[in-house]
T-cell receptor, first 112, second 111 residues
Framework: DADVTQTPRNRITKTGKRIMLECSQTKGHDRMYWYRQDPGLGLRLIYYSFDVKDINKGEISDGYSVSRQAQAKFSLSLESAIPNQTALYFC???????????FGDGTRLSIL | GQQLNQSPQSMFIQEGEDVSMNCTSSSIFNTWLWYKQEPGEGPVLLIALYKAGELTSNGRLTAQFGITRKDSFLNISASIPSDVGIYFCAGRDNYGQNFVFGPGTRLSVLP
């Protein structure tokens, strides 16, 4: 979905490094999410934000932090990366209520 | 927490065949979503269901909101090679703020 843009698309880094993944959207949605995808486990929610001043932990927030700089931007940070954080990371947005989420194309992160 | 199960985990079918897959929950949901993910891309929404018993189509795809509200079904008719991908269900109940995703069904279509 070109309306949700993630950068970088791929990143290889070393254990202990700080990493930031960025997400921007042009859909005008208030709600933004970060998910992690591992083979056979589907999508697991890391953090979510319902507006600029709102940050909430998801199912697997340990080792991660986020920043909602503006309605259109939501970044995910790994303060000190470890190998088991190697995964595919997705940003998503949604409108209010029961509206479905719209996903970016993902960031493939490898931590050596 | 809530968990969704998807069946089958993977399937290999011949081009032209119909496909059926399902998603089950341990709790009652009021919204079901079906997504498809292709390699190198994010999940793309196929169908959204908001009412028990609802049957909704999107081209060759048809999804149903189970009457027990604990399951949902996705059918693909006359499969073609571009149907290959991972199909995810997602659901949400009245109390949850967010959707819960299933582990996915990986579909392969043989020519």
């Amino acid at each position: 979905d070109a309306d949700v843009t993630q950068t970088p698309r791929n990143r290889i880094t070393k254990t202990g490094k700080r990493i930031m993944l960025e997400c921007s959207q042009t859909k005008g949605h208030d709600r933004m999410y970060w998910y992690r995808q591992d083979p056979g486990l589907g999508l697991r929610l890391i953090y979510y934000s319902f507006d600029v001043k709102d940050i909430n932990k998801g199912e697997i927030s340990d080792g991660y932090s986020v920043s909602r700089q503006a309605q259109a931007k939501f970044s995910l940070s790994l303060e000190s990366a470890i190998p088991n954080q190697t995964a595919l990371y997705f940003c998503a947005t949604s409108d209010m209520g029961q509206q479905p989420q719209h996903f970016g194309d993902g960031t493939r992160l490898s931590i050596l | 927490g809530q968990q969704l199960n998807q069946s089958p985990q993977s399937m290999f079918i011949q081009e032209g065949e119909d496909v059926s897959m399902n998603c089950t929950s341990s709790s009652i949901f009021n919204t079901w979503l079906w997504y498809k993910q292709e390699p190198g891309e994010g999940p793309v929404l196929l169908i959204a269901l908001y009412k028990a018993g609802e049957l909704t189509s999107n081209g060759r795809l048809t999804a149903q909101f189970g009457i027990t509200r604990k399951d949902s079904f996705l059918n693909i008719s006359a499969s073609i090679p571009s149907d290959v991908g991972i199909y995810f269900c997602a659901g949400r109940d009245n109390y949850g703020q967010n959707f819960v995703f299933g582990p996915g069904t990986r579909l392969s279509v043989l020519p």
